[in-house]
């Protein structure tokens, strides 16, 4: 639920005048996998905390190089503390799924609620998993509701699809199979597969 692609990272960091993130836009670009990760970690340690995220995950789906999630969150933990908020969402899925670390669920709400106050759409959609599954917290629909319209308004899909599911299902909600729909076919819309898979469900069914 948690992933971001690398290469849209790439581009998005272009801004940055770091000539080793530069020089590792530009070997990961040519598949040079290991000289991009060096480089990566040299602008990371050269306070280019998006080098830091880089290399997390790199190292975290094992692309391009030989997975090692510890090594994952100890990179994931530098970009957070520097202030990279999609850092800190993905340091708290790694502590939620217990990869790279020891399962904790409560340091996985503070990250995942540190990541959306920072701006990090998929920090709230996680969290408001969290707070629909009552995992880690005590089981709250209305907070789930707000995290996913948070979520869903700021561009999240899979808030917009769970956000749907909630008014599917009327849960914290006055059901609504409409606006369900309606939420389906934003989440289709904006390239979230399952939700086109639910808005047919609910097409069949006459709704």
């Given at each position: 639920m948690i992933q971001k692609?690398?290469?849209?990272?790439?581009?998005?960091?272009?801004?940055?005048?770091s000539d080793d993130f530069d020089d590792a836009k530009r070997a990961y670009a040519s598949g040079d996998n290991i000289k991009s990760v060096n480089?990566?970690?040299?602008?990371?340690?050269?306070?280019?905390?998006?080098?830091?995220?880089?290399?997390?995950?790199?190292?975290?789906?094992g692309n391009r190089v030989r997975q090692d999630q510890v090594k994952a969150v100890k990179l994931y933990t530098k970009a957070c503390d520097g202030g990279d908020m999609v850092g800190c969402t993905n340091l708290g899925a790694m502590y939620g799924k217990g990869n790279g670390v020891r399962q904790d669920i409560a340091k996985a709400v503070n990250l995942y609620a540190k990541g959306c106050d920072g701006g990090d759409m998929n920090g709230c959609a996680n969290l408001g998993v969290l707070f629909n599954d009552g995992n880690g917290?005590?089981?709250?629909?209305?907070?789930?509701?707000?995290?996913?319209?948070?979520?869903?308004?700021?561009?999240?899909?899979?808030?917009?699809?769970?956000?749907?599911?909630?008014?599917?299902?009327?849960?914290?909600?006055?059901?609504?199979?409409?606006?369900?729909?309606?939420?389906?076919?934003?989440?289709?819309?904006?390239?979230?597969?399952?939700?086109?898979?639910?808005?047919?469900?609910?097409?069949?069914?006459?709704?």
């Open positions: 692609l690398l290469i849209t990272l790439i581009v998005l960091g272009a801004n940055l005048y480089l990566f970690i040299k602008a990371c340690d050269g306070g280019e905390m998006v080098g830091c995220f880089n290399a997390g995950l790199m190292y975290e789906k917290v005590r089981q709250d629909y209305s907070i789930a509701k707000e995290l996913y319209i948070q979520a869903c308004n700021g561009g999240n899909m899979k808030g917009c699809l769970n956000l749907g599911v909630l008014y599917n299902n009327g849960d914290g909600v006055r059901q609504d199979k409409s606006i369900a729909k309606e939420l389906y076919a934003k989440a289709c819309n904006g390239g979230y597969g399952e939700g086109c898979d639910y808005y047919i469900i609910l097409h069949e069914q006459g709704h």
